[in-house]
């Protein structure tokens, strides 16, 4: 998570360095315009190949990094066999795999519709009740996007999962820093359109320090409640921001 932000802090850097003017249309500067293109494909090129590096790593050379260790139970301790049993009991599916890919690919095109009809009431709704389209973007459209993930993330922490509740959340985040913005990118520009890594200063800072925090609050393996506190607030102060923007 830390590389991937580190390559959209870049281009807004290598923007910076021209003096930082942009285009009234494209929003970037026409003379740093080529050198962000190229940074933006060859970057997207090389997160697509450290994101199939980080499956590989994760899915079959490394699996065991992964897997929840459960602590040894000492002696005298409360926890009787059968409770061991029943946190070691795995669920069991519900589903085969050919009806869950089925469901997940009707899913997946239902999805495609709601969000064309989503990006295209973006402009109205904006204009209608006089909200800038960047707290949209970056407050009320992750809450509804995301609001699957929230829930499954809010139940694993309530039954004491946290490793569980963690790696959604930090790799949710992954997934579109490594995957979705570099594939973006590189469909735009088999499509001849000119996507680039370049995102604002306003953005790029609250990226920073969303993902600063974020790393220093899961480096040690331990949560509490006040660490949720602490990123609930910077998220209020990022939403208020982007309210008066």
Not at 48 to 73: E, I, N, S
Not at 135 to 156: C, D, K, Q, S, Y
Not at 198 to 207: D, H, K, R, Y
Request: with cysteine; aromatic share 10%.
């Amino acid at each position: 998570m830390t590389l991937s932000c580190s390559t959209l802090i870049i281009p807004a850097a290598y923007h910076a360095s021209y003096g930082g003017t942009t285009n009234s249309t494209t929003g970037i500067d026409d003379n740093s315009k080529p050198g962000l293109l190229l940074i933006s494909h060859g970057t997207s090129v090389i997160l697509l190949g450290l994101y199939v590096t980080y499956l590989f790593f994760q899915l079959r050379t490394h699996p065991d990094l992964f897997q929840h260790r459960k602590a040894p139970q000492q002696h005298g301790g409360t926890g009787s066999t059968e409770e061991i049993e029943e946190e070691e009991e795995e669920e069991e599916a519900k589903m085969n795999l050919p009806a869950a890919v089925f469901g997940l690919l009707g899913v997946t095109v239902v999805t495609s519709f709601c969000a064309d009809y989503l990006v295209a009431s973006i402009q109205e709704f904006a204009d209608h009740y006089n909200i800038p389209k960047a707290f949209i973007g970056m407050i009320l459209i992750p809450i509804v996007g995301n609001a699957a993930e929230h829930f499954t993330a809010v139940f694993l922490a309530m039954k004491g999962k946290m490793e569980g509740t963690v790696g959604i959340a930090v790799g949710s985040a992954i997934q579109i820093a490594t995957l979705v913005v570099p594939l973006l990118v590189i469909v735009g520009w088999i499509a001849h359109k000119e996507l680039t890594l370049f995102f604002a200063n306003f953005e790029t800072v609250c990226l920073f320090v969303s993902v600063l925090l974020v790393n220093m609050l899961v480096q040690d393996g331990k949560s509490n409640y006040m660490e949720g506190v602490m990123l609930i607030g910077l998220y209020l102060v990022i939403a208020l921001a982007c309210k008066y923007i």
